[in-house]
């Protein structure tokens, strides 16, 4: 993993060392027709909308349309392809979000390195997520609730959107950080996970805050702590679980990548742009609203983040002994 790490941050910051002189028209040029962002997951959700959004700032800001094109399947892995497979010219881009991380380990046999096929080209945003409980558990901090769970061994049931999605293996790093055996409860997405959650099926899930913070605003969810590194602004009277759990941290992440071997002339002029819209009001307070916080930054800076998040969720497929469905 070690490997794969290095060889990001290479194709992240490695294409520097080539002349600049041939990639000059490209440029200039640059684009010079519309542009594709394949976003590997279904309309109107996070990654969707995210795209939407960010396409929407790049149209006005270099000129010709950013088009938005769904290819969901296989948790990401679909679209991602289709990127590896496109012209590396920057008129075909992914929406990159933390399950192609996930991927990398949770898939044995891909068509594709994503460290390697995928150049980073800037940060978006990253989601911070909640441990949230239903009421009828007798725990209100996370001390509390890990006692609890110790107490009662292979009895306490966490939700997920299905096996090997971000809700699954964030229940896992925290089964794998607090030592405690909870029951994994796999469902067909967020909804009916978040359904069986208020109804008290199910007893604890890490869920994105935005999806349950009416449900914790309305006392028919207890939230527990959030999973980022810091304290949300979102809940901003809630402790993060890293408080307990040192080390803890758990977010979606959401960035823009492009096929490997893309010119770094192209890629610096999207990082530019990309970056000025993260500074802009509108497009920062919309995105906080969607998400979190905006992830500025440089293409090294996006990979570096990416090939983090690669490792650590290796570490806990590997230790969860988690497989595809």
Aim: charged share 20%.
């Amino acid at each position: 993993m070690r490997l794969l790490r290095r060889q990001f941050l290479q194709l992240a910051a490695g294409a520097a060392v080539f002349p600049a002189a041939p990639h000059i028209a490209t440029a200039q040029t640059y684009p010079a027709r519309p542009v594709r962002i394949i976003v590997g997951f279904p309309p109107a959700g996070a990654a969707d909308i995210i795209a939407r959004l960010i396409g929407e700032w790049l149209s006005g800001r270099l000129g010709q349309p950013f088009i938005i094109e769904n290819r969901p399947g296989a948790g990401g892995n679909i679209g991602a392809e289709a990127v590896v497979r496109a012209p590396p010219d920057g008129h075909t881009l992914l929406l990159v979000a933390t399950p192609n991380a996930v991927n990398a380990t949770l898939y044995d046999k891909l068509n594709f390195d994503f460290i390697r096929d995928i150049a980073p080209v800037a940060g978006l945003d990253r989601a911070p997520y909640v441990v949230e409980v239903n009421p009828a558990v007798p725990a209100r901090t996370v001390p509390e609730f890990i006692a609890y769970a110790k107490a009662n061994p292979g009895k306490i049931n966490y939700a997920s959107a299905g096996t090997g999605t971000l809700l699954h293996v964030a229940g896992e790093l925290f089964k794998m950080m607090a030592g405690v055996d909870m029951v994994h409860v796999p469902y067909r997405g967020t909804t009916a996970a978040l359904t069986d959650l208020l109804g008290g099926q199910v007893q604890m899930m890490c869920d994105n805050i935005s999806t349950s913070i009416e449900h914790i605003r309305t006392g028919r969810l207890r939230a527990l702590a959030v999973t980022t590194a810091t304290r949300s602004d979102m809940l901003p009277d809630l402790p993060t679980v890293g408080d307990f759990l040192p080390g803890f941290e758990q977010s979606a992440v959401f960035g823009i990548g492009a096929p490997r071997n893309t010119p770094h002339e192209i890629i610096d002029r999207l990082n530019k742009e990309i970056n000025v819209g993260l500074a802009d009001t509108k497009v920062k307070a919309r995105l906080a609203e969607l998400a979190g916080p905006v992830l500025p930054g440089s293409p090294a800076d996006f990979g570096k983040l990416i090939a983090g998040e690669t490792e650590k969720w290796a570490k806990v497929i590997k230790f969860a002994g988690i497989k595809p469905e």
